[in-house]
């Protein structure tokens, strides 16, 4: 539309040409206003409202935008919708650049307008879509319904039938102002209004009294007094495979050295809920040892790799590895406790691996991803594992968010 811009400078000085701008603009911000071909791109539970919106219950082809493009170079309008995570925010940015303009941009949800849910005590979570590129409509709502969303289409549809050749489209710009000092301001206004308010309702209360002195309020509070909810018994599950005290007898047969979580003794209470799953301890240098027992023995049968997760104490790491047995249907935690290594120096513990464990990605493939979350979550390095690299986080990122020892400069506390 490059050359069009120039039209209203010929056409505007000759008699009636105004007219025919006028016209000109009629026709394309009507096509354009009627066409919005948004481009297929969504990240969380917003995109769900926006997937249904093109469905035929909602059918956003009535108001022209009847096919979510795959390309961005073939679509003008990117609804954003979803949460954007900084490590997604290059991406985001660069779907932008891709698209030729004049182009429009829908911010969908809390999330997108301000990290929504997000927003506090989050170190991955951009706060607000309009610090990346420039966003024309805001839509609330976590999520905002369909209706919400073809709204927003609509007063987008209002701004473009208001453009001209005589004003062309040009490119926004994103706020740089960090959304900590916008939410700063916006909270101290809010304490204004609220102080004004307070004022104003206290010097009502004084006139009514003043003009009212005899005035007795028959207002009495009631108490209303509900029924407890009934006691529901838990039921109790099935024993599925072996039992507990079955696990861990095999378990110990192989290595004697290994004991329960939260137990100093080596028997099983038997008052254990037959639904709860065996938890031991065994040490790092019998880990693999034993996992390799429990997975190949045919009693046990351990084939299935369900998580590795971890949980930082003041002074270790217990590593928590999950089996079970696919056709028998027991589970099996292996818990391994790893000091902290004291050799790194204060200021350098935050950013530092601090303990390590053997990997058992030879014994499960599955264990792969499962350990890299860990090793990007909490700084634990798994020896011999095959590509340890960070995974949710970028490559450089400094620190181990699920540390009780992280902090990040992007994080908002939550006012107390
Ligand atoms: S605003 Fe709510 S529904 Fe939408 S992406 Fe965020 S959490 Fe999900």
Redesign the pocket.
């Known amino acids: 539309m490059g050359i069009m811009n120039v039209v209203p400078g010929i056409l505007d000085p000759i008699p009636g040409g105004k007219q025919i701008v006028n016209m000109l603009d009629y026709v394309t911000n009507w096509a354009r206003a009627n066409s919005l071909w948004p481009l297929t791109y969504g990240t ?3 995109a769900i409202e926006m997937m249904s919106s093109s469905m035929a219950r909602y059918d956003i082809a009535r108001f022209g935008s009847e096919v979510f493009r795959a390309s961005p170079r073939q679509a003008d309008l990117f609804i954003i919708a ?2 954007i995570t900084a490590k997604m925010a290059p991406a985001l940015q660069m779907l932008w650049d891709q698209i030729p303009g004049p182009k429009y941009a829908i911010a969908m ?3 997108t307008i301000s990290g ?2 997000f927003m506090y005590d989050n170190y991955s979570v951009v706060r607000g879509a309009n610090t990346l590129i420039p966003v024309d409509v805001f839509i609330p709502g ?2 905002p319904r369909p209706e919400a969303l073809f709204h927003g289409l609509l007063t987008l549809r209002d701004k473009i039938l208001r453009e001209s050749f005589r004003t062309p489209w040009k490119e926004g710009e994103a706020i740089d102002q960090p959304y900590a000092d916008r939410w700063t301001e916006a909270c101290k206004a809010w304490a204004e209004l609220e102080r004004i308010k307070d004022e104003e309702q206290a010097e009502a209360r004084r006139q009514f009294k003043e003009n009212n002195p005899d005035y007795k309020s028959s207002y009495k509070a009631v108490r209303v007094k509900k029924d407890a909810f009934p006691e529901v018994p838990r039921p109790v599950a099935p024993v599925i495979g072996l039992s507990a005290s079955e696990l861990f007898s095999i378990a110990l047969e192989h290595d004697p050295s290994i004991t329960l979580y939260n137990s100093d003794s080596k028997e099983i209470s038997p008052d254990r809920p037959n639904d709860m799953p065996l938890d031991i301890i065994v040490s790092k240098e019998k880990y693999v040892d034993l996992i390799s027992f429990l997975k190949n023995d045919e009693r046990t049968n351990l084939n299935y790799y369900i998580d590795v997760t971890a949980v930082d104490w003041e002074s270790h790491f217990d590593v928590i590895t999950q089996l079970m047995s696919i056709e028998k249907g027991h589970k099996f935690f292996v818990r391994v406790s790893l000091p902290k290594d004291d050799s790194i120096e204060e200021e350098k513990r935050a950013t530092s691996i601090l303990a390590e464990i053997p990997s058992i990605c030879h014994l499960y493939p599955a264990a792969e991803w499962k350990e890299r979350e860990v090793f990007d979550m909490f700084g634990i390095h798994f020896e011999n594992h095959p590509d340890e690299r960070r995974l949710f986080v970028d490559h450089d990122f400094k620190g181990y968010p699920l540390r009780k020892d992280f902090t990040h400069p992007h994080i908002m506390k939550r006012p107390v």
């Open positions: 969380s539970c917003c979803g949460t949800g809390a999330c929504g849910p976590c999520p």
